[in-house]
């Protein structure tokens, strides 16, 4: 992709609007724009990212066994008075009244939708076990939408609901979508912790937060610095092996992990050493719910069990803050200079930086090099106008991209162009064949 040709309007200031880290450079990096409070237009570079990140967590759910659809935005209010919760859930619900006074409302989570799209289809106990889940955009009328991405009214959420015959089926499920979602967020780059959780207007009993430790979370946690240390992608994984998950989810819970909500400072000294407590602060990305048969009951969602007997589903709901990861990677992933994104999220692979545009020679070589590139299957965005040397350093630093290539006239009378990496601020020269066999291996 040339610049020229791309959309990125990139701000040289820090805008004045936004609190914290990856606000600012989200909207420096013209990755978004804010169109009303809490509700943004994705520019390309975000809307790249945003998409990454979707794609791994599509990916981790199909792997555990779950399957997309894709239900509306905007729910019937009849739903909702079946579960009583149109009039719970207060004034975070949009409501919306269609031309023939019928009340509609945008959805702000789906247990009702779903479930009613479950009990007209599935009768029996041998259809089950069943999850479902889509991506899709939700709104909560928050009271105070700040931190950009991060506490949206309008924002994209992964959300699964699983239906089991039994608590013991469910409990597979909850603990499948708790080793998925180790998985997912560990790819992505990060670490997350699972920590014990509330359940709020979901309902249920049994609850995990998945929190990213950064310093400008939202939430004060505290737990084990081990956890840490954990890595769920080391082995391969096999969601039917109900023994290796168990063994998964008991590493990551024996530990002491708690959010400041349900923190017991007592048993947080008699089972950490002191060596190892950790207190930070975390930022939530994903939240997964038991509620047994809160919504089936409520909703008649039964099914005819082994012995003929109707029996109401135990579900359990499961979401990702697929929009809010956008700004939770970077607040764990930047420096001065701008965002540094890891690879798996990276809008493009490769910034190819062409230090003297209009030189026959240097627009040549990096022609040359955007094409091969491209050919092997790189995203690249090549830095292809006319602006000085500096700027577009800066630009580059800014938008984070892992890699940048560097092509001036002065090199290539060498025959060298260099690689610098984001991350660690390496540069290395290279001839131009090495510097492609670097990239493209
Ligand atoms: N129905 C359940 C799970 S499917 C549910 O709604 N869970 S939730 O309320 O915990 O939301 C799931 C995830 O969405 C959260 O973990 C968080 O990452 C994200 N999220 C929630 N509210 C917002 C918001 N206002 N802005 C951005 N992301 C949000």
Redesign the pocket.
């Given at each position: 992709m040339r610049l020229t040709q791309y959309f990125l309007p990139t701000l040289r200031e820090d805008p004045s609007e936004a609190q914290i880290i990856s606000h600012r450079l989200m909207l420096r990096a013209g990755m978004m724009k804010q169109s009303a409070a809490?509700i943004y237009t994705w520019l390309p570079l975000g809307h790249a990212v945003l998409k990454k990140i979707e794609q791994i967590v599509r990916e981790e759910q199909n792997k555990a066994g779950a399957v997309e659809l894709l239900m509306p935005t905007l729910q019937s209010a009849e739903l909702w008075r079946e579960s009583g919760r149109y009039d719970d859930y207060g004034k975070e619900m949009l409501r919306i009244t269609d031309r023939h006074e019928r009340d509609l409302l945008y959805g702000?989570?789906?247990?009702e939708l779903i479930t009613d799209v479950f009990r007209s289809s599935v009768k029996s106990y041998k259809d089950l076990p069943l999850h479902l889940y889509h991506i899709q955009w939700?709104f909560?009328d928050?009271v105070r939408?700040r931190f950009g991405?991060?506490?949206?009214?309008e924002?994209l959420?992964k959300?699964?609901?699983s239906f089991d015959l039994d608590f013991e089926s469910a409990k597979r499920s909850y603990n499948n979508m708790f080793v998925a979602y180790l998985r997912t967020f560990q790819r992505m780059g990060i670490k997350t912790i699972p920590m014990k959780a509330e359940t709020?207007p979901?309902g249920g009993d049994l609850s995990h937060?998945?929190i990213l430790l950064a310093d400008t979370g939202e939430s004060e946690v505290f737990c084990h610095s081990d956890l840490l240390d954990l890595d769920v992608l080391a082995s391969d994984i096999d969601y039917d092996d109900v023994q290796s998950i168990a063994r998964i989810i008991d590493q990551y819970t024996s530990l002491y992990a708690a959010t400041s909500d349900m923190h017991d400072a007592e048993a947080f000294n008699r089972n950490v050493p002191s060596d190892k407590q950790l207190s930070a602060r975390g930022i939530?990305?994903?939240?997964?719910?038991y509620f047994g048969t809160k919504y089936s009951e409520a909703m008649g969602a039964k099914v005819t069990g082994p012995g003929g007997e109707q029996v109401a589903v135990e579900m359990g709901?499961?979401?990702?803050?697929v929009?809010?990861?956008v700004g939770a990677i970077i607040e764990a992933s930047h420096d001065e200079a701008g965002i540094i994104w890891p690879e798996a999220v990276a809008p493009f692979d490769i910034g190819l930086i062409n230090l003297k545009s209009g030189d026959s020679d240097t627009d040549r070589a990096c022609e040359d090099l955007h094409a091969k590139l491209q050919n092997a299957g790189k995203a690249v965005l090549y830095d292809d106008t006319d602006d000085r040397a500096g700027a577009k350093f800066s630009v580059m630093d800014l938008i984070g991209l892992p890699k940048q290539l560097i092509v001036g006239p002065r090199g290539l009378k060498n025959g060298s162009v260099e690689i610098k990496d984001r991350k660690t601020g390496a540069r290395e020269e290279l001839s131009l064949d090495a510097a492609l066999n670097k990239l493209t291996t």
């Open positions: 809490g702000p989570t789906n247990e939700k909560r928050e939408p991405v991060m506490r949206g009214r924002f959420m959300d699964n609901y709020g979901i937060e998945f939530e990305v994903g939240q997964v719910f709901s499961y979401g990702i803050g929009s809010r990861l």
